[in-house]
């Protein structure tokens, strides 16, 4: 109770505060003569300032939020993301009209451009509009993680759900909990979210955008239909491997649980692959292992398991007398110890004290919090975070290397102005960690002590890790490219309010080749039930980070000089290859993304066949596997 008092006391002083009155802008004045460059430059630092010193406040506050969700960390949040929300379209109007100022050069202009690309949702300058928007978007992230799916008719939350759609083999339990997680959690967001897309496109409009998504497209240093072509070369060059893999998949599904659950041709359901969104189906590779080289001869989460990691089990309670092993967290911060181990060997310095300090590791026993896992930076300097609710398992395992990818992306580029506190652009920033975890290979489990050599897997082993991988990697793909497909056609009208249901089922098929265990109509709205969408979070970065991610491994690796087949190289411990990677963090957003990915790779396309390259042996045994069936759907 007392912390909840603070919150809304906080809130109270803050409403009143003349510092963060003093921090909320107010648009220039119509100039009757051309803005010079000059003054251009003078905007852009007094917007920077103010942004840099706004968002030291607004940060814990949505920290608090995201780990102590109650009505008091509902208001406090809304209320500072409606001063960044106002301040940053303020910004945003006032960086349209220095744009036009004459001789201004490519940095100031990519700066302006910057701020006035800045906002994820833009609220119109109408009086309320901002603090509308913003209380509607604290509301649907919170719904998202209060909710609760059912198993056997009992409540399950987020966290736990995701889990046993992973370890189940029950259909009926399957389709059990992605209907109720649906049905519980996305439902109820379809009037709120429809009225956030009203508000955003208005704001948007204002800045000179089109619409929402042609704004957050404009942030790719490149013309925004320009970044919707280049997604899809991307993903034609990769398609047919999604095609196999889709293929293969559903032929052992359908030998799994027969043509009244999964049909041997057609769309794949949903709920078989073993994650509620149908986005990564490695948890059900034990169902499409190949006879004799399926067995990869270990899992991760079972050599921590037998190293002595005890998770944290629900309810578990300690107090001052406990030893520390055997306190709530601490397995799981081990697993911390570990991702950190990767990053120094690579020559990059340790995580800051208070990194373990303040990271929620676990989920705590006495609040609701968003368990979705996330990095943060709380003072564009050295305050690092994570918020998790680890368990001891394989995918956490990765997860929290990806994590830590943020943390060191953010530390690295801390030094340059506040518009450059960022990755050259997003996939970039998702892309760090997840191209480290790719290194998680047998080599590297040797080396740190967590695989016995002896039982390193064998060449005979390839195309069972290759199939593990492309389970998630491969499997990724049109899932990461959908969910903004869809919310552009949100923003543009072409998916309108009336269809939001048919327009996500229509892509999950068309992109994924999945449908739905049951019917759906328009008083569902299934794209609620994914973090992303309440969250308000673009998620073509995902799409970009799983391509990118295999251009930065096959650099490290050619870097390091790594000989045997890329998919089982390791560069831990390359001091090398971490100094040319660091050097390309450090330029954060200061340079367009062609010059980074130009600085660790040395080309400055993205593309896809880095991926095809590491998969080709994998595709070609697919091509085998489905001679005969009818692939397709």
């Given amino acids: 109770m007392k912390i909840a008092i603070s919150f809304a006391a906080m809130a109270v002083a803050l409403v009143a505060s003349p510092v963060m009155a003093q921090q909320t802008p107010t648009a220039a004045p119509v100039a009757s003569t051309p803005p010079t460059t000059a003054e251009a430059e003078a905007f852009l630092a007094k917007a920077e300032k103010a942004m840099f010193d706004q968002s030291l406040i607004s940060n814990p506050a949505d920290w608090i939020n995201a780990t102590y969700i109650s009505e008091d960390s509902d208001a406090v949040a809304a209320y500072f993301g409606s001063i960044r929300t106002t301040m940053n379209v303020d ?214 398991k037998a190293k002595g990691y005890v998770e944290t089990r629900p309810g578990q309670v300690d107090g001052p007398d406990t030893p520390e092993k055997q306190r709530r967290g601490y397995w799981e911060k081990q697993m911390f110890n570990i991702g950190e181990g990767f990053y120094s060997s690579l020559g990059l310095a340790p995580l800051p004290a208070t990194f373990w300090d303040r990271t929620q590791f676990i989920k705590p026993l006495d609040r609701e919090v968003v368990c979705h896992a996330s990095a943060w930076d709380l003072d564009n300097k050295d305050d690092l975070r994570v918020k998790m609710c680890t368990k001891v398992n394989s995918d956490d395992f990765v997860t929290l290397h990806h994590e830590l990818g943020h943390n060191y992306y953010q530390r690295a580029y801390n030094k340059h102005p506040y518009l450059y506190l960022d990755g050259a652009n997003d996939g970039f920033h998702e892309a760090i960690g997840d191209f480290v975890a790719l290194s998680i290979t047998p080599d590297y489990l040797v080396k740190i002590g967590l695989l016995d050599a002896a039982k390193v897997p064998g060449a005979d082993k390839d195309m069972g890790l290759l199939l593990r991988q492309a389970m998630d990697k491969v499997a990724f793909l049109p899932f990461g490219l959908l969910i903004d497909k869809w919310r552009w056609g949100v923003f543009d009208g072409s998916i309108p309010a009336s269809q939001y249901e048919k327009g996500w089922t229509d892509l999950r098929l068309q992109y994924q080749g999945i449908i739905p265990p049951v019917s759906r109509d328009e008083t569902k709205f299934d794209a609620g039930g994914k973090y992303h969408i309440p969250g308000n979070t673009p998620y073509t970065r995902y799409f970009l980070a799983r391509i990118l991610q295999f251009q930065f491994y096959e650099a490290a690796c050619k870097q390091a000089g790594w000989k045997g087949p890329l998919h089982r190289c390791s560069f831990y411990g390359n001091k090398d290859v971490g100094a040319k990677l660091n050097a390309m963090l450090e330029m954060g957003a200061s340079k367009p993304w062609p010059d980074a990915l130009q600085a660790f790779t040395g080309t400055r396309q993205i593309s896809g066949k880095a991926m095809t390259a590491y998969f080709a042996p994998l595709q070609k045994w697919l091509v085998q596997q489905n001679k005969g069936k009818s692939c397709g759907w």
């Fill in 91 to 304: 910004y945003a109007l006032e960086a349209a009209k220095y744009a036009t100022a004459p001789g201004l050069s490519a940095e100031t202009r990519r700066r302006l451009d910057l701020l006035r690309t800045a906002l994820t949702l833009p609220a119109p300058t109408t009086p309320g509009a901002a603090q509308e928007l913003n209380t509607i978007s604290t509301r649907l992230q919170s719904t998202y993680g209060k909710g609760k799916g059912t198993l056997h008719g009992q409540p399950i939350n987020g966290s736990d759900i995701e889990e046993k759609m992973g370890t189940s083999r029950n259909p009926e339990e399957l389709k059990e909990m992605w209907v109720s997680w649906h049905d519980n959690v996305g439902a109820p967001m379809r009037g709120d979210y429809t009225k956030l897309v009203s508000i955003a496109n208005a704001g948007a409009k204002e800045l000179g955008f089109a619409d929402t998504g042609a704004m957050w497209r404009s942030k790719y240093d490149m013309p925004a239909d320009d970044f919707a072509k280049l997604t899809d070369k991307i993903w034609a060059e990769v398609k047919p491997l999604y095609d196999e893999l889709h293929c293969y998949t559903r032929t052992k599904l359908n030998e799994k649980y027969g043509e009244a659950v999964q049909p041997a041709s057609g769309p794949i359901r949903a709920d078989l692959l073993g994650n509620m969104w149908a986005q990564e189906w490695g948890n059900i590779y034990d169902l499409v292992a190949p006879k004799g080289a399926g067995d990869l001869g270990y899992d991760v989460g079972d050599l921590l």
